[in-house]
């Protein structure tokens, strides 16, 4: 069973999850040439290697489009209770939680950059489905949304998939980035994400993509080359609150920004991160949630994972990056 532990020392939770241990990896002999693909417990015709599916969408043969299923190596589970016990100094918690794998193709070898605008749509309407289905636990106070593509960005199988982690509690930097954006908002009754946009627009020196709902831009202090924000042009908090007409405009501007990464990178590792605010539960104090909507914005990251962590960024938290975003913007832009 995994543990929820706090270290008092750096004010974190950590999660000790034993099951992640057996995970497969199949990037070491998984080449297009030679891979069997049989082998893969993602593909059309092997549910039976997966945990029962939570969610899908079927075309008109009823064969899956994409599928949902519990993370046969989850982190967390719902089975567990929200308790928490003393070891001596030391405090932890049963791992409650939810960890869930989004398969987001039938296809093993597809690439984002070869999604079209309807296969996005139905990956976004997935999450979005999801992560409506999950705030209703009321004892799940975060849901991250998440893709882990390539080895150096933490992937362990190649067929392309997401997943969903729902926990019992806040993370720390997710408590501190959401106080940070209340603290912007009381000072200039202005979300804060909504002044970067404008000055982004403005200045025109790192957009790289837009339409009428959403603009992709890389951010001003970019923590990795060619680092890309997709955030909504209308005040929204979360993906639960995406209508249709605006789910197939951000499917337009995510086929864009990928076709134009794969065609400056080549084929990238990278992460893709999804920032959602809290659902409301009445775990917390109900001031927590106050203007929550009001100021924090729904955005999409894009990380590029073109190197690996070193020393002084695990020493520090903070980050090297040895291209600039006007330099990396004018790159995507101009293909």
């Known amino acids: 069973m995994s543990e929820i532990r706090f270290c008092p020392l750096r004010g974190e939770r950590v999660i000790i999850a034993p099951n992640r241990l057996h995970r497969p990896i199949d990037f070491a002999f998984c080449e297009k040439e030679r ?34 299923v519990p993370n046969l190596y989850h982190a967390l589970s719902v089975e567990n209770r929200k308790r928490s016990f003393r070891d001596g100094f030391f405090e932890y918690a049963e791992g409650l939680g939810a960890h869930e794998v989004v398969i ?8 984002m950059r070869d999604y079209d605008v309807f296969e996005f749509r139905n990956y976004l309407f997935a999450l979005k489905s999801r992560y409506i289905d999950l705030q209703n636990d009321k004892r799940l106070e975060y849901i991250s949304i998440f893709k882990n593509q390539g080895l150096n960005a933490g992937a362990t199988l190649r067929h392309p998939h997401s997943q969903i982690i729902a926990t019992s509690f806040i993370p720390k930097d997710i408590r501190e980035e959401i106080e940070r954006k209340r603290e912007y908002f009381k000072k200039h009754n202005r979300a804060l994400m909504d002044d970067i946009i ?63 990464l794969y065609e400056v990178l080549g084929d990238f590792d990278f992460n893709l991160i999804f920032k959602n605010s809290p659902p409301k539960t009445n775990q917390r104090d109900p001031n927590f ?16 994972r073109l190197y690996k962590f070193a020393g002084f960024e695990i020493a520090t938290k903070m980050h090297i990056n040895p291209l600039s975003p006007e330099e990396a913007a004018d790159k995507l832009k101009n293909i």
């Open 35 to 68: 891979e069997n693909i049989n082998e893969c417990p993602f593909e059309r015709g092997r549910e039976n290697f997966t945990p029962k599916e939570i969610f899908s969408l079927k075309n008109e043969r009823g064969e899956w489009l994409v599928r949902v």
């Open 198 to 260: 404008n000055e982004e627009i403005k200045i025109d020196k790192r957009v790289v993509s837009k339409n009428d709902d959403f603009i992709a831009f890389s951010p001003f202090a970019s923590f990795f080359p060619f680092e890309i924000f997709i955030a909504p042009l209308f005040p929204i908090s979360s993906i639960a609150l995406l209508d249709e007409k605006r789910l197939f405009s951000l499917s337009e501007i995510l086929r864009d920004i990928f076709k134009r």
């Open 104 to 111: 987001e193709t039938p296809d093993h070898f597809k690439k």
């Open 289 to 304: 949630f106050y203007e929550l909507n009001d100021f924090y914005r729904f955005y999409i990251q894009i990380t590029p």
